[in-house]
C-alpha cells in the first residue's frame, strides 16, 4: 500500500512544466575588459643580455600590452513582462556587457539596475518590443524536505536544460550573514548559476548559486537562495537600486547551555549582546550582557534568527524588543537605523577607570591573569581606555582552554560587572556562589572583539 501511494506521488512526467515555464527561463552571457599584465618578468639580473629578449617574448604574447576580453555564462529568469529579469550577482560581477539569450530565440543587451553580494543577487533589465513571458515566485516557505523541484538553466555553456529532483533540507546557510539556501539533489553544475528553481505549481522557489563538489561537478548537492529572501532583495533593488536593511546595532553570540545556566536564564534561547557600539541598541538603553528573546512580537531562538529579522524590517521602524536582564524581562523600544549606513561603524570603547600599577599577578581557573597596564596595552595594542585582566598563559588542560581562552585575552566582565584586578574577580565568583550558580559569565575581547565565556565555579582557584 505505502509503496502504491509513492508511486502516485512521484510525476510522470516533467514535461508540461518545463514547456510551461522555459520560456521565461534565459541564457547570460557576460564580457568583461581585462587588462594586459605588462609587468610580468622573469627573474634575470639586470642589464642582462636575456632581459630584452624576454620583454620582447612577453609583449608578443599579450599582443603588445593591449587589454583583452573574456566572456563567462550564466542563467537567469524573467519575472515581469516589461523586462525585468534576476540572476546571482556573481554572474555579471564587474561586466562591461550583458547578452541575455531568451529560449525562443534572439538577445537583448540588459542594464543592471542594482546588487546584493550578501544574498549573491543580482537585478537586471531588457527593453523589448512586446511583452516578455516570465514567471512568479512562490513561497519558499513550504517547500517541504522530499517535495519535487526542477532547475533550469545553462549548465557548463550547453544551452536551455533542465534536471529535476527533491527539496533535500531547508534553511541551509553557507557562509553569508543572510544565507537561507534550500539544497537540492537536482542537477545544477556551472553554468547554471543564476538559473530558476521550480516547484510543480511553475513558481520560482529558489535561485540556484552554489554546489558542494569535490571535482566542480553536480554530486547532487546544490543550493538555491530561498525565493522569499530573494523577492525582499529585488523589490529594494526595483525601488531604491539598492537594498536598505534594519540595522540594530549590537554584537551577540548564541546562549549556550552553560551560559544560560550562569545567568539565570531556563533555557539556552535568544541572543546573548556581547557589546553595544554606539547605535539604536545603545540609544534604547541595551547593555552588554543583556539575551534577546524577543524582536518586534516574535520570539527569537538564535543570533541567525535575530539577524535575518532585523535586516528582514523596515528602516527607521521603532520595534519592541524583549530582554532577559539581572534574572527579570524588561522591554525596550529600538528605532532602527539602516545597516548599510553603519557598515563602518566603529565599536564603542570599552569604559576606563581603570588602576594601572596594580600589577599583581595570579591563577585563576588555569589562566595566569594580571591587571592591565600601558606596557600590555602597547604590547597587546589595546585600545587606550581598555581595562580589565590580561590572559598571560592558560592551562592547556583546564575548562578555561577548553572554551577557547589563550593568551592575549582580555576579561573585562565577570558575572556581568566590571573587574580590573584580581580582588574584584574574586568578589564577583563569590557572588555567584551564594546565588547558587554553578557557572559564572565572563566578557572576553580578542583583539577588540568580544564574546562570552562560561567556566564552572567548581574550578579551584589558586592564589
Do not use: C
Amino acid at each position: 500500500m505505502a509503496q502504491a501511494i509513492a508511486a502516485q506521488a512521484r510525476p510522470e512526467s516533467f514535461a508540461g512544466l518545463a514547456e510551461n515555464v522555459s520560456p521565461a527561463v534565459v541564457n547570460i552571457t557576460t564580457s568583461t575588459v581585462v587588462a594586459a599584465n605588462n609587468n610580468t618578468m622573469p627573474m634575470v639580473p639586470e642589464g642582462s643580455p636575456f632581459e630584452d629578449f624576454f620583454r620582447e617574448f612577453r609583449d608578443r604574447g599579450n599582443n603588445q600590452g593591449r587589454p583583452r576580453r573574456t566572456s563567462a555564462l550564466g542563467s537567469g529568469f524573467v519575472i515581469s513582462e516589461d523586462g525585468y529579469i534576476v540572476t546571482n550577482n556573481h554572474v555579471i560581477e564587474r561586466a562591461d556587457e550583458i547578452i541575455i539569450e531568451f529560449y525562443e530565440g534572439g538577445e537583448l543587451e540588459a542594464e543592471v539596475i542594482g546588487t546584493d553580494p550578501k544574498t549573491d543577487i543580482a537585478l537586471l533589465k531588457v527593453e523589448a518590443d512586446e511583452a516578455l513571458p516570465f514567471v512568479s515566485f512562490g513561497d519558499s516557505d513550504t517547500a517541504r524536505v522530499g517535495d519535487w523541484v526542477m532547475a533550469m538553466g545553462n549548465p557548463l555553456g550547453q544551452g536551455f536544460s533542465v534536471s529535476a529532483g527533491i527539496v533535500s533540507a531547508r534553511n541551509r546557510a553557507l557562509s553569508g550573514t543572510y544565507d537561507d539556501y534550500i539544497q537540492t539533489d537536482a542537477a545544477i553544475n556551472r553554468g547554471n548559476s543564476g538559473g530558476p528553481l521550480f516547484n510543480m505549481d511553475s513558481e520560482v522557489v529558489g535561485v540556484n548559486t552554489a554546489i558542494l563538489s569535490p571535482n566542480g561537478g553536480s554530486i547532487g548537492i546544490g543550493f538555491s537562495m530561498a525565493s522569499n529572501v530573494v523577492t525582499r532583495v529585488v523589490d529594494q533593488l526595483k525601488e531604491y537600486g539598492e537594498t536598505r536593511r534594519g540595522w540594530l546595532g549590537v554584537h551577540i553570540q548564541n546562549v549556550s547551555d552553560d551560559v544560560a545556566e550562569a545567568i539565570g536564564l531556563d533555557e539556552a534561547n535568544g541572543a546573548l549582546v556581547t557589546d553595544v557600539p554606539e547605535g539604536p541598541a545603545s540609544e534604547a538603553g541595551m547593555k552588554a550582557g543583556d539575551v534577546i528573546l524577543s524582536f518586534d512580537g516574535k520570539d527569537v531562538a538564535d543570533t541567525r534568527e535575530l539577524v535575518r529579522r532585523v535586516g528582514n524590517a523596515q528602516v527607521g521602524k521603532t520595534v519592541r524588543i524583549v530582554v532577559f536582564r539581572d534574572g527579570e524581562t524588561q522591554t525596550l523600544k529600538v528605532t532602527l537605523g539602516r545597516r548599510e549606513e553603519a557598515e563602518g561603524a566603529v565599536p564603542a570603547a570599552q569604559p576606563g577607570g581603570g588602576v594601572d600599577g596594580d600589577a599583581v599577578e595570579g591563577v585563576v581557573m588555569g589562566m595566569t591573569l594580571t591587571p592591565v597596564t600601558d606596557e600590555l596595552r602597547e604590547q597587546l595594542e589595546l585600545d587606550a581606555k581598555s581595562e580589565g585582566l590580561v590572559v598571560t598563559d592558560v592551562d592547556p588542560l583546564s575548562e578555561a582552554h577548553e572554551k577557547g581562552m589563550r593568551a592575549g585575552d582580555v576579561i573585562t566582565e565577570a558575572g556581568q560587572q566590571q573587574v580590573m584586578t584580581l580582588a574584584a574577580l574574586e568578589d564577583r565568583f563569590e557572588e555567584a556562589r551564594e546565588a547558587g550558580r554553578k557557572s559564572i559569565l565572563l566578557l572576553v575581547r580578542r583583539a577588540g572583539e568580544p564574546r562570552f565565556v562560561a567556566l564552572s565555579l567548581e574550578e579551584t582557584t589558586e592564589d
